[in-house]
């Protein structure tokens, strides 16, 4: 029934402690213990004699039963996006990532013997730089919402006046908005809003939000909604006005075609960079965070830096690292340690392996693809897509005559998913994972729309 | 075991060149869909082709070292060897959902989440479990907010002060201080242990919570840990456990049992899921009854008179520490690999771990102060660099300990096992040790020489930061 060697009537243990009986013997004899329960220095009060009521299993036993819980999960083609996005990644990068000894190492704080990863992580740093035209990459934070939270930290540290009040759209993700009011509740940051018009920042209702207690302004590029903001070059502007940092919000499949955020004036650039090199997994995210060099030493997590060994050698070494947790502790910049390095190295990959063309013809069929599937929306009856009159990215917002829930639902019962983000109002995204299912979810809308 | 790992250079000047120094190409976005005033001017990025990517990311891992390279006795990290079927399983399609689907139709996957949830409890002794948590440190956060709503909940709010011991990890203190808690550091007892008396004077009125790690840092287990436990509740602060080092207790004794209120578990740790570099990990949370209600949402609980699962948001939830929920595929990884070993197996891990520990403490010629262990030793190098030890080290195919932390041993070298090394790997380890303890300084102050790269100036490159490729130009 075990699938690893053992002596007939043993008690199962771990598969993967490679212990004979012998060796432990050996090994008890050598510390001066009779058993290995007496090498426990547990108090008697506080130790566990219960049963867990875990059973063991064999690892085909195991993976059946995990593949037989999976496959609860509906088949359903997603249409959905809002800050998580399925794009295709290439086979190749699953295969050079899963290498072991990338999976299998860790932080690099030996760095002579971590040139490989260390090296990968500097290629990353370097193509967002590339991609933002701003200074300084780091390489990978927890995921969007996260990389947010650590900016209004940041702007509130490094602004030159007093003031805590930030700044972000009304509408944005819950969720991220959920996570940076945690971020901004322990130095006393206040996040307030903004107002949007027609899904893009309402920039005079933002300037007259702006005074001199503002410390840093954020707008995403494309918005919630998927619309492409036409004013930022303004939005920079008015933060430069009141002496506020200029957070912007987008990833790397929108860099390479969309306004450079260096050209607009931002000063830190927070999003999801899972957008390459991680396929849909339930959120696993990894953020980009790319800022100027003058806030070099307040960035948080890990950066890599190019150095040189003695043999006068070029070498990659983690750098800067006196602003991290394990040094300056309290003081450090974040508590960020174990972060998403290895989502960062596949991101690395599969940017390399598209190119430049690749990326430009990825970023505009997020274009083309979210006007053309708006466009056939338009054309049911009792339907208005899309409900912005933007350019979209990715995804839209269709108003629907009945209900959006129940407009939901019946396309969820027919295989497909979407959002619904009014009352009449669903929101459908669209990239090149989706895009051979456009016609079958089209003529199931036109069913129950 | 001597080592020589592989070395690639295109020239005298690098390894493995940059991509950037491969190949180059920018493009135009002047045909594309958008108006131009929305668009970028140009993009240049490297342009290879997946003959040439291949190659490039192959080489790089032969310069890079990970478990399965080696031994990997980093304290307080557990680098332990990470299965291979629950790579499978993180690749498995039907795992791959996007977040906001439906309840309904990802009840797989929230099966899963449920199930995971409800066996960290049983591990942890604890009544209610987040999944949400990116890593330990975000766990630690996550867990440091639960305190702070609960006693805001009460009425409670003058508590600011979170005390940490100074053996603790950094985390701890960078935790406590996101969350906006003064940190009150604690000196550690002549055994290596929290002192009671200094942890008596220390609380107070303005006690929010004490953090611990139990076995701790130096691998040694808090006898006095309910009366510990009894000195915070008495002055109304809560007590966090750090589950970095729960390797060592795994079904033997849980931090509920301890009177600990809220804590973490670092999946990528205890629960073998690959360290990836430096991550992704995952940071649960667990706490007691009364702190239930505060947890991040979502968590999974079972529907009510139906079968089947939803995400749903705890009564007086402290919102989000993450976009959405968490990092899945190790959740995912995580469970595989509970759902394999069952009550015996977690024993017999924390069995072999402790016995590794140790068994290795017990060959190596360097002074090992205090005791007796459990999953990890702090030895002191003594009048050598500890850092020197490390480097050198690397020439004997070993990835060296921790090195000079924590603080109160002298050139400290923090050694965990874990308990996926055999006897025979251990014996290596230890001669590993004892040959560069017994080599001049001259040898050590040289090393490595075996790796990828010699000896690196990590002071130069702070002062003169170059952190991409256009730095270099």
Known sequence: MTDHSRAAGESRGTPYAPHTPEATAAMLSAVGADSEDELFDVPESVAFDGELGIEARSERAARRHVEGLLSRNDDLTEFLGRGHYDHYVPAVVDDLASRSEFLTSYTQYQPEIAQGFLQALFEYQSMLVELTGLDVANCSMYDAATALGEAATLSQRVRSVSGDRVLVPERLREGKRAVLENYADGPGVQVETYPTDDANADVEGLEAALDDDVAMVYAENPTVRGTIEERLGEIGDLADDYDALFCLGIDPVALALLEEPASVGADVVVGEADTLGVPAAYGTGHGLFVTREEYLRQVPGRLVGAAADDSGRRAYTLTLQTREQHIR???????????????????????????????????????????????????????????????????????????????????????????????HEVQVCVTETAADDADGLVAAFEEVA | MHYSQARWTDDEERYEPLLSEKDTTAVSTDDSPLPDDLTRDSLELPALSEPELARHYTRLSQTNYGVDSGPFPLGSCTMKYNPKFTEALAGDSRAALHPDRPEETAQGTLAV??????????????????????????????????????????????????????????????????????????????????????????????????????????????????????????????????????????????????????????????FATPHGGGGPGAGPIGVTEELAEFLPAPQVRERDGEDGYELSEPERSIGKVHGFQGNWQVLLRAYGYVARLGDEGLRDTSAKAVLNANYLAEQVDFEVPFGPFHHEFVASAGDRDAADVAKRMLDYGVHPPTTKWPEIVPEALMTEPTEAESKRTLDQLADAFDAVAAEDDETLADAPESTAARRIDQVAAAREPRLSWHALE
């Open chain 1, 329 to 423: 502790r309290e003081r450090a910049t974040s508590n960020i340690c174990t972060n998403q390095a290895w989502l960062a190295l596949r991101t690395a990959i599969h940017a390399a392996w598209l190119g430049p063309d690749g990326l430009l013809d990825l970023a505009e069929s997020c274009v083309t693809e979210a006007r053309d599937l708006a466009e056939r929306f338009d054309a049911v009856d009792g339907v208005r897509a899309p409900v912005h009159d933007r350019h979209h990215f990715r995804e839209f917002v269709a108003r629907t005559d009945r209900p959006a829930e129940a407009v939901r639902a019946d396309l969820a019962e027919a295989g497909y998913a979407v959002h619904a983000v009014g009352e």
């Open chain 2, 113 to 270: 989440m449920h199930r995971l949830q409800d066996y960290l409890g049983r591990i942890g002794g604890m009544d209610a479990v987040s999944l949400q948590p990116p890593a330990g440190a975000a766990g630690e956060f996550a867990g440091i907010l639960v305190a702070k709503a609960y006693h805001e909940a009460n009425g409670d709010d003058g508590r600011s002060e979170v005390i940490v011991p100074d053996s603790a990890h950094g985390t701890n203190f960078a935790s406590a201080a996101m969350a906006g808690y003064d940190v009150v550091e604690l000196a550690s007892d002549d055994d290596g242990r929290m002192d009671l008396d200094a942890l008596e004077a220390a609380v107070g009125d303005e006690t929010a919570a004490l953090m611990l790690t139990n076995p701790n840092t130096l691998g040694l287990f808090e006898r006095d840990i309910e009366a510990i436990a009894d000195v915070v509740h008495d002055a109304g602060g809560l007590l966090y456990y750090d589950g970095a080092n729960l390797n060592a207790l795994l079904g033997r004794a849980r931090p509920g049992d301890m009177g600990f209120d809220v804590m973490h578990f670092n999946l990528h740790k205890t």
